[in-house]
C-alpha cells in the first residue's frame, strides 16, 4: 500500500490491485431522536425504476428537474446565546456504486427506518460503460485510464436505481470525481487547479450524460439537476485538497469533505468552502486514535487486509462499532461537534465494517430518539445549518476543543 502511515492513517493508501482495493472509493464486482431527514414514505417514487410525474429533461433526459426535493427537514434556524447546539452526524459513502451485493439498498433502508439522510459520493466513472472508457481523459494518465473498475452494464444500472431512489429518499449525491488516482505522477494529489476542473467537469458529465453513453433510453431519468445538486465532494485518498478548492469555489461548491485527518470540533471554513474533514476518533483497546472511515480502521486491524482469518472478524467487529460510538459520545456528551464517518460499499473481512456503521447508526437514531437532539444529516443539510448561524455564535462553538464541554453549562458559553 502506498501513501499511508499507521494509526490516523491520515493520507489513506491507495488502491493494490492484488488486494482488490481502490483505496479509498474502490468498489469491485462481486463475483471476484430525531427524523430530520423526513422518514414518511408519501410523495416521489423510491423504488428506482418508476417515472416521476412532474420530471422536466434536461438534455438528453439522464437527469431531470423534478422541484424539490422530498423528506428534507425542515428550514434551519439559529441558535440563541446559550442555546445547547443539535448533534449532527454527517454519514457518507465514497463511490457509491452497487456491484451486486446489495449494500447500496440496505443503507437506503436502514436510512429510511431511522429517519437519516446521508451523503453519496458518486464516482462519475461508475455510469460509464467500459466500451466507452476513451470519452474519459484523466489527466496526468492514459485516456481511459483507472485505478478502479469499470462496472458492468447491469451494475451500472442497479446504481442507477440507486442513486435515483437515494435523491427521492432525501439523500444528497456529491462527488467521488472519477479515476481514484492515489499513487505515482498521475496521482490528484499533483494535480493543478486546471486539472481538478477537467476531472470534475468528465464527473458531471457522465452523470448528465449517461443516456447518450448508454443507449438506455427506456431506463427513467436521474431526477435532479446534477448542476444544482453538486456541491461538495471528497477527493481519493484525501489527496489534492489545496489545488481543488480554489476550482471548487469557482464552480459555486459549498463545502469540501477531503481534508486529511481532522479533530471532533467545529469546522471553519477554508478558501471559502466549509472544511468538513473525517476525524480522528477514540480506537478501543489502543493508544493511539483512527480516522473516521471504514478502510482506516481495517488498515489498522488487519494491516490492510481484506480477508483477513475469520476468527478476528468479530472482535474487530466490536471494536469498530464501539470506536464509532466513543466518537459520537465525546462528541454528544462535551462539545456536540459534529461527527463525520466515511464508508465504502465493501464486503471486506466477512463484511464486518459494514455491520459496525449499521450498529453505530442505530445507537446515534436511539440516542436521538430518546429525546436528545441527534440530526443525521447529509453534509449539504449540514451546512444549510451553518450558513443561518450568527459568526460570533461559531465562534464561540469553536472554543470548544475535543471532549470539552462547556465550562458552566451551554447557557454559561
Avoid at 296 to 321: D, F, K, M, Y
Wanted: hydrophobic letters at 30%; charged letters at 20%; one cysteine or more.
Amino acid at each position: 500500500m502506498r501513501n499511508f502511515t499507521r494509526r490516523g492513517l491520515i493520507g489513506i493508501g491507495a488502491g493494490a490491485a492484488a488486494a482488490g482495493i481502490a483505496g479509498c472509493g474502490g468498489l469491485k464486482p462481486s463475483d471476484g431522536g430525531s427524523r430530520h431527514a423526513g422518514s414518511d414514505k408519501g410523495s416521489g417514487s423510491s423504488d428506482g425504476g418508476t417515472p416521476t410525474p412532474t420530471a422536466r429533461p434536461i438534455g438528453d433526459g439522464s437527469t431531470s428537474r423534478t422541484g424539490k426535493q422530498p423528506h428534507q427537514p425542515p428550514a434551519p434556524v439559529p441558535l440563541e446565546p446559550g442555546q445547547t447546539p443539535p448533534q449532527f452526524v454527517v454519514f457518507s459513502w465514497d463511490g457509491a456504486g452497487e456491484v451486486g451485493n446489495g449494500l447500496f439498498p440496505r443503507f437506503l433502508d436502514l436510512a429510511r427506518e431511522h429517519g437519516a439522510a446521508m451523503t453519496f459520493f458518486l464516482s462519475g466513472l461508475y455510469l460509464l460503460p467500459e466500451s466507452k472508457k476513451r470519452l474519459y481523459d484523466p489527466p496526468n494518465n492514459p485516456r481511459g485510464a483507472s485505478d478502479i473498475g469499470y462496472l458492468t452494464d447491469e451494475h451500472i444500472k442497479d446504481t442507477l436505481k440507486n442513486v435515483r431512489r437515494a435523491w427521492l429518499d432525501g439523500h444528497e449525491i456529491g462527488t467521488h470525481f472519477n479515476g481514484h488516482f492515489c499513487g505515482g505522477y498521475g496521482s490528484v494529489g499533483n494535480w493543478t487547479s486546471r486539472q481538478w476542473r477537467s476531472e470534475i467537469e468528465q464527473a458531471k458529465a457522465f452523470v448528465k450524460e449517461w443516456r447518450s453513453n448508454t443507449g438506455w433510453s427506456e431506463l427513467p431519468s436521474l431526477p435532479f439537476d446534477y448542476d444544482k445538486e453538486l456541491v461538495g465532494g471528497r477527493t481519493p485518498c484525501l489527496l489534492g485538497q489545496d489545488n481543488l478548492l480554489p476550482t471548487a469555489r469557482e464552480l459555486g461548491w459549498r463545502y469540501d469533505a477531503s481534508s486529511p485527518g481532522g479533530r471532533q470540533v467545529w469546522p471553519g471554513k477554508r478558501a471559502g468552502l466549509w472544511d468538513l474533514p473525517l476525524q480522528q476518533i477514540p480506537f478501543p483497546g489502543r493508544s493511539f486514535e483512527v480516522l473516521s472511515m471504514d478502510y482506516n480502521i481495517l488498515a489498522n486491524q488487519s494491516v490492510n487486509s481484506t480477508n483477513a482469518p475469520a476468527h478476528h472478524h468479530p472482535g474487530w467487529r466490536e471494536q469498530a462499532t464501539q470506536a464509532y460510538v466513543s466518537g459520537f459520545k465525546r462528541a454528544y456528551e462535551t462539545n456536540r461537534a459534529p461527527f463525520f464517518i466515511g464508508n465504502h460499499f465493501e464486503q471486506w473481512n466477512g463484511g464486518i465494517y459494514m455491520d459496525a456503521v449499521e450498529e453505530a447508526l442505530k445507537y446515534m437514531a436511539r440516542e436521538g430518539e430518546k429525546g436528545g437532539d441527534v440530526r443525521l444529516v447529509s453534509f449539504r443539510q449540514f451546512v444549510d445549518w451553518l450558513d443561518v448561524q450568527r459568526p460570533e455564535v461559531l465562534d464561540k462553538l469553536r472554543t470548544l476543543d475535543v471532549g470539552q464541554a462547556p465550562t458552566g453549562g451551554w447557557r454559561q458559553l
